[in-house]
């Protein structure tokens, strides 16, 4: 299995990152990652790379299916209700908003045509060739067991201390998933270091690490299954799959 993750900007004009795990049977290593990946067909490129024709899950952080022409869809109100609390809140999304052609909606087309099925059920270890819509701010906290979001995204008033220091938390806290179940190891995209960078450099850095971890959050979805995750909303309004702790097997 190949574990893809995709933070997907909302506009083609604005570069995404990737970046791919391969399962070894403890742990997802990273062996593929692109960081300034533009149009489409270079975000399915890199898609190919990395899954080939075999079995993948592409987990990407972006509105995958958006039906409501305004206002917000329902998963994304009831994941905000869920993380307030640590201001994981998701943005609104609605097709004025992302329009006239949703991005997210698009590539899904497109991975279709290249043999993935959409679904917002992930089976525990088996064999797929699956796309799923993820949110790292609510996984970070769960996975992390944080008590509030990582703050490293460029907001008026966050100096640029401030957010390498909130990156350096980031990288310690995804070096720490070597221990976790599954595990994580991603030593050389780990040892790129925020300090000095700013500007367009800062934000490559930025989009890697949260590939990274939407990259992880595929692979802890699938390791698990449905009890390794909450699903809020559905295929029908749009859904968005939360890692959490797994429940035990007779809950």
Request: with cysteine; net charge positive.
């Amino acid at each position: 299995m190949v574990f893809i993750g995709v933070d997907l900007a909302w506009s083609e004009v604005n570069p995404s990152a990737g970046v791919a795990l391969r399962w070894d049977g403890h742990a997802g290593r990273a062996f593929l990652w692109a960081d300034q990946l533009g149009e489409n067909q270079e975000v399915l490129a890199f898609i190919g790379r990395a899954a080939g024709e075999g079995p993948a899950l592409v987990a990407v952080d972006a509105p995958l299916l958006v039906p409501n022409e305004t206002g917000t869809r329902p998963c994304d109100r009831e994941l905000s209700q869920s993380y307030r609390w640590a201001q994981a809140q998701a943005y609104p999304a609605n097709r004025r908003r992302l329009g006239p052609r949703v991005r997210g909606e698009v590539l899904l087309g497109e991975l279709a045509r290249r043999g993935f099925h959409h679904s917002p059920r992930v089976e525990a270890k088996k064999p797929v060739r699956q796309v799923v819509e993820i949110f790292p701010h609510p996984a970070a906290i769960e996975v992390f067991h944080l008590p509030y979001i990582l703050r490293y995204k460029a907001r008026p008033g966050r100096s640029l201390a401030f957010r390498w220091e909130e990156l350096n938390r980031y990288r310690e806290l995804l070096g720490s998933l070597k221990e976790a179940t599954p595990a994580l190891l991603a030593g050389e995209l780990l040892s790129l270091a925020p300090e000095g960078r700013r500007g367009r450099a800062l934000k490559t850095l930025e989009d890697l690490l949260d590939a990274l971890f939407c990259a992880y959050i595929a692979l802890h979805l699938w390791y698990w299954g449905p009890r390794g995750y909450r699903c809020f909303g559905d295929a029908q309004s749009g859904y968005i799959l939360v890692p959490v702790k797994p429940e035990p097997e007779d809950a």
